[in-house]
């Protein structure tokens, strides 16, 4: 796992953050929404996400972009699962 800082901007031009761990790109984007959600500044569908690994590299999804690769058919057993535990985190 690694530590991961999520944020976004929104349409006040305050700026969101969580820090996290976890396994995928994709694991921060869906585990960050669900911090945002239990404070009541979940992003809105295509805001950007912006992912940033403890190791200095950022990476930037949308919401929209998320959904859809949660959407999308597993490449392995593993990710079967761990597309079935994000989903049931939204």
């Not at 994709?26 to 190791?55: G, N, Q, S």
Request: aromatic fraction near 4%; proline fraction near 2%; charged fraction near 30%.
């Amino acid at each position: 796992m690694a530590t991961c800082v999520v944020s976004y901007t929104d349409l006040d031009g305050l700026r969101h953050a969580a820090e996290l761990e976890a396994n995928s790109l994709y694991e921060a984007a869906v585990r960050a929404i669900v911090v945002f959600r239990k404070h009541d500044c979940e992003p809105r569908t295509l805001t950007k996400l912006e992912i940033e690994v403890k190791t200095s590299v950022i990476h930037t999804l949308t919401r929209k972009q998320v959904q859809e690769w949660l959407n999308q058919g597993a490449k392995t057993p593993k990710d079967a699962v761990t597309k079935e535990e994000l989903r049931a985190l939204l």
